[in-house]
Nanobody
Framework: QVQLVESGGGLVQPGGSLRLSCAAS????????MSWVRQAPGKGLEWLSV???????SYADSVKGRFTILRDDTKNMLYLQMNSLKPEDTAVYYC?????????????RGKGTQVTVSS
C-alpha cells in the first residue's frame, strides 16, 4: 500500500505560481495511477488531474492550461505545477491514488497541503 506526503503549499498572490510535491513510499509507485484533488472551504473534493502509469494525463476544465501534472518514478515523486493562480484555487490539495472516476473520500491520499491565493 502506498503512503503519500504532500508539500509545497503556501500563500501566493493572484497570477502567481506554486509547485506542489507528493512523496510516495511503499508500493511500487510506477505501477500506480495518481491524481491530484483539492477541497476548498465548505466544499467537497474536486478532482483536478491524473497521470496514468503509461504517462497519459487529463485535467479538469477548471485547471486545464494552468496546471501541469508531472511524475518522476525514479524518485517516487508526483508534482503539480500551478500557474496563473486565482483566488478560487484556494484549497487543501491532496495527491491520491486513482483516476478521475475514483471515490477520493475512500482513496489512499495524503494529509494535504494548504494553498491560499490572495493579495
Amino acid at each position: 500500500q502506498v503512503q503519500l506526503v504532500e508539500s509545497g503549499g503556501g500563500l501566493v498572490q493572484p497570477g502567481g505560481s506554486l509547485r506542489l510535491s507528493c512523496a510516495a513510499s511503499g508500493e511500487r509507485f510506477s505501477y500506480v495511477t495518481m491524481s491530484w484533488v483539492r477541497q476548498a472551504p465548505g466544499k467537497g473534493l474536486e478532482w483536478l488531474s491524473v497521470m496514468t502509469t503509461g504517462g497519459s494525463t487529463s485535467y479538469a476544465d477548471s485547471v486545464k492550461g494552468r496546471f501541469t501534472i508531472l511524475r518522476d518514478d525514479t524518485k517516487n515523486m508526483l508534482y503539480l505545477q500551478m500557474n496563473s493562480l486565482k483566488p478560487e484555487d484556494t484549497a487543501v490539495y491532496y495527491c491520491a491514488q486513482g483516476n478521475k472516476y475514483s471515490d477520493f473520500t475512500q482513496a489512499i491520499r495524503g494529509k494535504g497541503t494548504q494553498v491560499t491565493v490572495s493579495s
